[in-house]
């Protein structure tokens, strides 16, 4: 049986090319990055779906999020749900939007694929599609349901889509999720955890004065130097645990955005503002690394009584929620079929924070993250996909979809 599905996915090549072709000709750009929207992709996808006779036994729904800023208003994501032997449900969840710039007319050139969102996330939305395809064409029946989700506002933190959508009652505990949004060339990674986010955003305020008059006033810009210096030093003496699932291993605290104080190089500054990006291992407590942070902020500022400086501190915290257990259904499934079909053991492992799995895993429910990619060109210029990737991707896929474990 299983060498009839992959027969049957290698004679749909060229077709999975031409969709992919004719899908990414069509910008998904959020409207708030400056584009319009998934209306006009997703149209296409439903036709597509339907010229594939994928219609016929299916459930299809649009699902919608208001969004002020696209033209017609929301955004849409759909769903499509293909009845397998069982009511029990393999989702394979993709998105449709895209990063701005980047090249509209998609070309193939050699054994690559050329075009914006023909990587991410083309690579795993279309062979989705073509998995499903091939299973019926080789006269087979789905062990599992199908569910087939596509989903609006990835690139700009899925508020129009995922974010939303996950509190409706699309999807159920028992459902088996994989989001083909991120790999490696080699196909034999899995991604099952992520760092919890820490976002730390700081105002510091002295008092502005002339240059050649330090004395009169407080430099902001000094206390700031002082305070980011401190920071970085004491999380990282005071965080240095490692997690071998995740690369890098240790948690990490950077010093990244710093706004423009005065315009003028004779100016002492009178306001710094600066912000750290943390990724933190999930069993590190957010709570005591923003503890450590607030008793540095006081110590600096006790240190500078009289002088009126103030150090107001501002936090984001967005807690990694439980790993995805290797032995859960859809880990197992997943490793036997990537197996099968790259001759390869994938390993599992974590990243550094913010895919649609997390979502998920917030609700308990099991997903993983997995695709064969061309991974260093996904958001660049030009993006491109191996042509070998897609067809093993949907091989993978299909025959998830055909046997349970
Ligand atoms: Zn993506």
Redesign the pocket.
């Known amino acids: 049986m299983h060498e009839k599905i992959l027969t049957e996915v290698e004679k749909l090549e060229n077709q999975i090319v031409n969709t992919l072709i004719r899908l990414c000709s069509i910008p998904a750009v959020s409207p708030h990055n400056g584009g319009e929207g998934e209306d006009k992709k997703i149209q296409e996808l439903e036709k597509i779906i339907h010229e594939l006779g994928l219609a016929d036994k299916a459930k299809i729904k649009y699902e919608y999020v208001d969004d002020d800023k696209a033209p017609s208003g929301k955004r849409p994501s759909l769903f499509l749900e293909y009845p397998g032997k069982k009511s029990q449900r393999l989702c394979i969840l993709s ?1 449709v939007d895209v990063v701005p710039g980047g090249n509209l007319k998609p070309f193939v050139q050699g054994s690559k694929l050329y075009g914006r969102g023909v990587c ?2 083309g690579a795993g939305l279309v062979p989705s599609l073509f998995a499903l395809k091939a299973l019926l064409n080789a006269g087979l029946e789905s062990e599992y349901t199908v569910l087939l989700a596509f989903v609006a506002d ?1 690139e700009t933190g899925s508020h129009y889509g995922l974010e939303k959508l996950i509190e409706r009652d699309l999807f159920r505990p028992d459902d088996l999720v994989l989001v083909p ?1 991120w790999g490696n060339e080699k196909g034999d990674f899995i991604e099952i955890a992520e760092k919890s986010v820490l976002r730390l955003h700081f105002k510091v305020t002295g008092k502005q004065v002339h240059a050649a008059y330090p004395n009169r006033g407080l430099n902001a810009c000094r206390v700031a130097n002082m305070l980011a210096y401190e920071v970085d030093e004491a999380l990282h003496k005071a965080f240095i645990e490692e997690n071998k699932i995740f690369e890098p291993p240790f948690s990490t605290f950077e010093p990244t955005r710093r706004f423009a104080n005065v315009p003028n190089v004779n100016t002492v500054p009178g306001e710094e503002n600066f912000s750290f990006d943390c990724r933190v291992l999930p069993e590190i407590s957010l709570d005591e690394v923003q503890d450590l942070v607030e008793k540095i902020c006081k110590e600096i500022e006790t240190s500078l009584d009289g002088w009126g400086s103030k150090i107001e501190l501002q936090v984001e915290k967005s807690p990694a929620p439980a790993p995805t257990s290797p032995d859960s259904e859809v880990t197992r499934l997943l490793i036997k079929n990537i197996r099968e079909v790259l001759k390869l053991e994938p390993f599992l492992g974590g990243v550094g924070g913010g895919t649609l799995a997390a979502f998920f895993r917030q609700k308990n429910i099991p997903a993983v993250v997995w695709s064969q990619v061309s991974e260093d060109s996904m958001h660049q210029p030009d993006e491109f996909i191996e042509i070998k990737f897609l067809v093993n991707n949907a091989k993978v896929f299909a025959l998830m979809m055909a046997e349970a474990i």
Request: hydrophobic share 0%; aromatic share 0%; net charge negative.
């Open positions: 998105h991410d996330n990835e949004d």
